[in-house]
């Protein structure tokens, strides 16, 4: 669905540019291409370019009323200045109410300018509601839940085992909402606490998850790739880091990555004489805001994202064991749930495929070893006023080198 011819399109991407970089020109961020990671210049799916395109129909309307407006300014300004001293001790000219004509012209003009903008702006409404009808039967339709600061995603299509008796339950995942590229994906939109929205900027969005209220409405990815997702309304201390991914795969790739999820979580039989647990160093200190993403994950996320699904190759049964034990000590299972490790808590989010994601904390840091140990260590340090690092307060839960060690490996473990 376009309305806007491509010259204007990318005009329009120059102008955008221009404004973006007088305005934010100490930022780390490609102007010309204006790719960023969430940028909504780059549509990478109908609904998104369907807003895109609404925006360069506003923008270019507004810039022909800004030209001719300023133009007629500029030009009464330089051609009635007062050139003599004469000309500024004269009377005002003869007033009159003004010219007919003119009036209703503006007028008549005002509201072909409205006009213009409406009729984009209804259709693009109507379009982005709801899955156009001819595509219903192909949707793919999920649920996504905000919490105070983090998303939850279920899969109400999907019924995952909860214990080896063959009990099931609707798949849910956190942070990563895993989707089929190329359908519409229309997806319940939910909050258990405060207002959140919904937003993936290369997709399309935002859309309020109200309390007590169901909204819902869809996007879809044109091909595979990795796009994040944001929070888009202030919902508390966490709100600018409460963040999600959104990875889109082929049919082939979704239907390998959905039978893994709807598995128990993996496990990893403990050695039966586990050797003498070796020094573990303490992890190095961070500053604050640091960034917990490395440069190969940045460059190519889609190619992180597949690593990240196969078993780790230095694993360590021993440790697993150890964390796993760990997990339930610690009480981690009061608010985590891990499918078929007795773990059944559901305030935070699900884990049971955990070590398959590639991010921690609401898509914040990467989910790699050095990261992961740092938000265990001190969640409070690297997301402020989350709930995992109040439970660390109020149950005065701490955990020595040797413990975050233990508890990394087994949560990586779970792919
Ligand atoms: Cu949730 Cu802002």
Not at 129 to 149: C, F, L, S
Request: proline share 6%.
């Amino acid at each position: 669905m376009r309305f806007v011819p491509s010259s204007l399109v990318r005009g329009g991407r120059f102008l955008a540019a221009l404004a973006g970089l007088l305005l934010l020109s100490g930022c780390d961020f490609n102007f010309w291409r204006m790719d960023g990671h969430q940028s909504t210049m780059t549509a990478e799916g109908p609904v998104a370019r369907s807003q895109l395109d609404l925006f360069y129909v506003t923008c270019w309307v507004t810039l022909v009323i800004f030209i001719l407006v300023g133009g007629v300014l500029a030009y009464t300004m330089w051609r009635f200045r007062a050139r003599t001293e004469a000309d500024e001790r004269a009377a005002p000219p003869p007033q009159s109410h003004g010219n007919p004509l003119v009036e209703i012209g503006l007028i008549g003009a005002s509201v072909l300018a409205l006009v213009i903008i409406a009729v984009p702006t209804l259709t693009a409404i109507w379009y982005t509601h709801d899955v156009p009808e001819a595509e219903k039967k192909n949707a793919y339709e999920v649920t996504a839940t905000g919490y105070q600061w983090w998303f939850k995603f279920e899969y109400p299509a999907e019924q995952a085992a909860v214990d080896a008796a063959g009990a099931k339950t609707p798949l849910v995942t956190g942070n990563e909402l895993v989707i089929p590229a190329g359908r519409p994906i229309r997806i319940n939109v939910r909050t258990v606490d405060v207002i959140h929205s919904f937003w993936v900027p290369k997709l399309g969005g935002k859309i309020d998850m109200i309390p007590n209220r169901a909204n819902f409405f869809w996007l879809q990815a044109d091909k595979p790739g990795y796009f994040w997702g944001q929070c888009a309304e202030y919902c508390g201390d966490s709100h600018a880091v409460m963040r999600f991914r959104v990875i889109a795969l082929d049919e082939k790739d979704f239907a390998a990555w959905k039978e893994k999820q709807l598995a128990l979580a993996r496990s990893v039989a403990a050695p039966a004489a586990p050797g003498a647990a070796a020094p573990v160093a303490a992890l190095r200190a961070f500053k604050t805001n640091e960034v917990g993403v490395s440069a190969a994950f940045d460059r190519n996320p889609l190619e992180a994202w597949r690593a990240r699904q196969v078993v780790e190759k230095d694993e360590n049964p021993a440790l697993i064991a150890q964390g796993r034990e760990l997990f339930a000590a610690k009480t981690c299972n009061a608010c985590h749930s891990v499918r078929g490790h007795g773990a059944m808590g559901v305030q935070g989010p699900d884990l049971t495929h955990f070590g398959a994601r590639t991010t921690v904390g609401a898509g914040l840091i990467e989910n790699n070893p050095e990261q992961l140990r740092r938000w265990l260590r001190d969640p409070e340090s690297v997301k402020p006023g989350n709930k995992m690092a109040k439970a660390y307060r109020d149950n005065k839960i701490s955990l020595s080198d040797a413990e975050q060690v233990a508890l990394t490996a087994y949560l990586l473990s779970l792919k």
